[in-house]
């Protein structure tokens, strides 16, 4: 049974452009989040997706966004990069009723 | 607003020494999940142990071991007889439990303790 998984796994990218991480949730999962851990830090909560649809989402700008799509995958996507997004993006599934979340290895993205 | 305190920034000790991380919590809800999760280098968030706000029991699971009091808003980790492998960055969080429906809600999380066993 294959965990959370996370694509791609390192990213270097130039200030101002867009960028797209994927994650496939554990299987039987239905619920995706998705954090940003700057490094030495603790991860920080971005948003989360249920059915498709933004369930709750935590302090960061529009600029990030994101998708849930029917077989649970999610995207997150972020537009004008600024060198401060440069960070280990990660994301974390769970299912209905479940209180604990599993996480993926991340993305590590670079912005220069 | 949540908070999580993880004032010990890095702990070194020599194998075998018992070892506790401490949290420190804030939230205004009555209801709300505590958790422990463990980094190694790779990066994967490993999870530990899930607390819910109405059981303060103490929990023991092998060498790790888990201190939760209400009282002082605290929910510390020991680690008896510590291993090399044990070394890694721990991270205590929280979550309120505000929805119904879908899994687990958005974690606040701590800044960490980074644990070094030596060996």
């Known amino acids: 049974d294959a965990g959370v998984t996370q694509s791609p796994t390192h990213l270097i990218k130039t200030r101002g452009q867009q960028v797209t991480l994927r994650c496939s949730p554990k299987?039987?999962?239905?619920?995706v989040s998705w954090y940003q851990q700057a490094l030495g830090q603790g991860p920080q909560f971005i948003f989360q997706?249920?059915?498709?649809?933004?369930?709750q989402r935590g302090n960061f700008p529009d600029r990030f966004s994101g998708h849930q799509f029917p077989n649970y995958s999610s995207e997150l996507n972020v537009n004008a990069l600024l060198l401060g997004d440069s960070a280990l993006y990660l994301c974390?599934?769970?299912?209905?009723?479940?209180?604990?979340?599993?996480f993926g290895q991340g993305t590590r993205l670079t912005v220069v | 607003a949540q908070k999580v305190t993880q004032a010990q920034t890095e702990i070194s000790v020599v194998e075998k020494e018992d070892v506790t991380l401490d949290c420190v919590y804030e939230?205004?809800?009555?209801?709300?999940?505590l958790f422990w999760y463990k980094q190694p280098p790779s990066g994967e968030l490993v999870f530990l142990i899930r607390?819910?706000?109405?059981?303060?029991q103490n929990e023991i699971s092998g060498r790790y071991s888990w201190n939760f009091q209400k009282s002082t808003s605290s929910f510390n980790f020991t680690i008896t007889a510590s291993q090399v492998v044990d070394s890694a960055v721990y991270f205590c969080?929280?979550?309120?439990?505000?929805?119904?429906?879908?899994?687990?809600?958005?974690?606040?999380f701590g800044k960490g303790t980074h644990l070094i066993i030596q060996p």
């Open positions: 607390r819910n706000s109405f059981d303060e």
């Open positions: 997706y249920y059915e498709e649809e933004e369930r």
């Open positions: 969080a929280l979550s309120e439990v505000t929805r119904s429906g879908g899994g687990a809600d958005g974690l606040t």
């Open positions: 939230t205004r809800d009555t209801t709300y999940y």
């Open positions: 974390a599934s769970s299912w209905t009723g479940m209180t604990e979340a599993f």
């Open positions: 299987s039987g999962h239905d619920t």
